[in-house]
């Protein structure tokens, strides 16, 4: 998609073909994915950490975590491009190396950086998607996990093996785990989209049903705020 325009013109072939194109976590809401075998501890005192993921349209993906439990913010941007680049017009090219990505803060007193990864796994996206999600085609779409340090690195390639393994998923995982080198806000009018824009026929289709399968599979991770 080349613009905000063409994203939302997908919505004719998702209100075409609803149920097939929409956004892949309403045709696998039943999949369980099991809890990381290998994960950080809860901490004793409460702070904030970061991370920061891609999976599709950062607007599905912040709403997703800004019902998690835990998680203080989630900002929509872009990671994997420079900064010269980090703005919404370029990045939907698809030529910048950017991925629109999903800044998550959390209290890790609170929730893991493994229970984040799980609910990424299960309802925030399709890994089983290369270069896509939905209606969304492009490599600004990629399922990507941007890690900041060697324990992130760790629990995250050692998740995605643990669920290749398990053939959790009907094909492979094709998330990349990668190095943060930076990650940029997107504009204001992306921000928070989800909850400013309900009735948006993408959100209903595409990402309402994402923040309903956090709150069936995950009860005690989910927030109603």
Excluded at 5 to 17: G, K, N, P
Excluded at 53 to 77: L, N
Excluded at 79 to 97: I, P
Aim: charge should be neutral; proline fraction near 5%.
């Amino acid at each position: 998609m080349s613009s905000l325009f063409s994203r939302l013109s997908a919505v004719i072939l998702v209100l075409t073909y609803a149920g097939v194109t929409a956004c892949s976590a309403g045709g696998k809401s039943n999949v369980v994915v099991p809890a990381p075998a290998v994960d950080a501890t809860i901490t004793s005192t409460s702070g904030q950490q970061t991370v920061v993921i891609a999976g599709g349209c950062f607007w599905g993906i912040q709403a997703v975590f800004q019902h998690t439990k835990g998680v203080i913010r989630a900002t929509s941007g872009y990671s994997g491009g420079s900064a010269k680049t980090a703005e919404y017009e370029l990045v939907s090219t698809g030529e910048t190396g950017h991925a629109e990505s999903v800044q998550i803060t959390y209290d890790p007193s609170k929730i893991t950086y493994g229970q984040l990864l799980r609910v990424f796994f299960s309802v925030a996206h399709d890994p089983t998607q290369l270069n896509r999600q939905g209606p969304d085609e492009g490599t600004q779409y990629r399922s990507s996990i941007f890690y900041s340090t060697d324990e992130q690195k760790r629990i995250a390639e050692a998740y995605i093996a643990q669920l290749d393994q398990a053939k959790v998923f009907q094909r492979p995982i094709v998330t990349q785990v990668v190095p943060l080198k930076a990650f940029y806000p997107a504009e204001a009018y992306h921000q928070d989209y989800a909850a400013l824009h309900p009735n948006n026929p993408y959100i209903v289709y595409n990402d309402a049903p994402k923040v309903a399968h956090l709150r069936e599979q995950f009860p005690d991770l989910y927030s109603g705020k």
